[in-house]
């Protein structure tokens, strides 16, 4: 009985995303210049306004115990997500990224500077063993997920001012009793869902999800379908320590949950064939 009462309040809180969906998105362009004052992420931003959620960084779901997430690029993102731990698997207690002048010296040491947008940035893909442009990587071990550096694949070391001399050095991570709290509490016990675009921009309909376990998400983690895709810069007072994964994955993930699935054809909901 239990179980019936459940899906019934699914069903029902589905029937209502659909309906502030076909009320307020459906049909609409985003436009940048129409929404100026936006940082980064500002149509996701644009999309939580229309569709009644208020912005916030907290773990639960948005709206009707479900998660909201953008499809406004070729990537989905499952969260702005900040290391908590230090290279010992320790509290990280230097948040480095809250502060432009401790950032500056982060970025000139493991970063890069952008000429085009004149500013310091921490902005490159980092996954599971397969070193990027600025030599890091990730491990994973019992206590969590830790980025090392190793300067062997660091493409900008003989450019930089403050060098590293230690080779696959642990800089921080992410323990796993956080990330599993944050991946459950967002994924875990409720189903997510995505706006979806056509070809121009125009919203045309919404995609469900089925729940997301904190096992799945680190095995994705470990075959480099889901990786952590910074775009922290000097100046920007977020942290912008994006989680992703390529919308293929979240598409091919879906596909397999068809029942959950659902197109806006002539503002009315229907399944989606394959």
Sequence with gaps: MVNDIELKQDDDNKKKIIELFRN????????????????????????????????????????????????????????????DIDDNGNKLEIKWWNEDNKKTNFMKQYGGYNKEKERWSWANPIKNNSYNKFGQKFIIDDIGIFVVYNK?????YDTRDIKDNNEDKKLFGWS?????????????????????????????????????SYDEFIDNVKSNDIFFDPGTYVGNSRPYMQWRAENKWFDKREENNLDDKYIMVNKEPVKKNK
Excluded at 176 to 204: A, C, Q
């Design 24 to 83: 307020n998105v459906l049909g609409k362009i985003y436009s940048e210049e129409e929404n100026k004052n936006n940082h980064d992420g500002g149509e996701g931003h644009w999309l939580e306004k229309l569709m009644g959620i208020q912005h916030n960084s907290k773990t639960e779901p948005d709206i009707f115990g479900y998660e909201m997430k953008s499809k406004t690029a070729s990537k989905t993102s499952f969260g702005d997500w900040c290391p």
């Design 152 to 156: 062997n694949y660091d493409k900008s």
């Design 176 to 212: 796993h009793k956080e990330m599993n709290r944050k991946v459950t509490s967002k994924f875990g016990n409720k189903w997510y869902f995505r706006p979806l675009k056509s070809k121009d921009g125009t919203y045309i309909g919404l995609q469900f999800g089925n729940p997301i």
